[in-house]
């Protein structure tokens, strides 16, 4: 199956600066990668997501860059604020098995100082 | 709009008691995932459902059954409770797996 890795595990900036974390894949057949933010006792929930079609998404202050040929991708928040504060996770779809499952990170718990 | 809604939220189980996990939607989603979350270590994969009668395994189902009867409901079953699932179960259903997967609130269950 496929096999996802996070880093960094915890990452603390300063109001204002900008946040990278870091995934990579093991699977070259994976096609959708989705992020997902969870902030404290809260439910997961998409913030964006990529295909392996696309090199770059933007939406607003999150971006998302996916390096195909590394097997690698990175959600890059500008700007950050502190409501920023949470864990993020991402993921890669497994499209080895014909149901398709996702294959999360074990996630980063990013703090933004005001 | 419920959305995805799980229940109970909290749960004290004694070792080798047994429970069911509901979860319903009410987005007519064909899609359906069960994960479990451990400090640390991510979302993994218990079980997953693509429509009624239709399940299969994921990443960590021992000790775990599924069903899917019905569009809107996918409980999950423990048997004989053990210490190693004391965690926070989450649901989450889905149209395609290459989409937004929508989440319950989760249920923090130990095991004693």
């Known amino acids: 199956g496929e096999n996802v890795e996070q880093h960094p595990s915890t990452l603390s900036v300063q109001e204002g600066d900008s946040a990278v974390i870091k995934c990579t894949y093991s699977?070259?057949?994976?096609?959708?990668f989705p992020w997902y933010k969870q902030e404290l006792g809260k439910r997961p929930q998409l913030i964006i997501d990529?295909?392996?079609?696309?090199g770059e998404k933007k939406d607003q202050r999150i971006a998302v860059t996916l390096n195909k040929t590394a097997k690698h991708f990175s959600l890059h928040i500008t700007e950050t604020q502190p409501e920023d504060s949470a864990v993020y996770f991402c993921?890669?779809?497994?499209?080895?098995?014909?149901?398709?499952?996702?294959?999360f990170g074990r996630g980063t718990q990013l703090t933004v100082w005001p | 709009n419920a959305g995805v809604t799980q229940t109970p939220k909290f749960r004290i189980l004694k070792i080798g008691q047994s429970m069911t996990l509901q979860c319903t939607q009410d987005m007519n989603h064909n899609y359906m995932y069960w994960y479990r979350q451990d400090p640390g270590m991510g979302l993994k994969l218990i079980y997953y459902s693509v429509g009624a009668g239709i399940t299969d395994k994921g990443e960590v189902p021992n000790g775990y059954n599924v069903s899917r009867s019905t569009t809107e409901d996918f409980p999950l079953r423990l048997e004989l409770a053990a210490p190693s699932q004391t965690s926070v179960y989450f649901c989450?259903?889905?149209?395609?797996?290459?989409?937004?997967?929508?989440f319950g609130q989760g249920t923090r269950l130990t095991v004693v």
């Open positions: 990529i295909r392996s079609n696309v």
């Open positions: 993921a890669a779809l497994d499209r080895g098995s014909t149901l398709g499952r996702l294959y």
């Open positions: 989450a259903s889905s149209y395609s797996p290459a989409g937004e997967a929508f």
């Open positions: 699977d070259s057949a994976s096609n959708y």
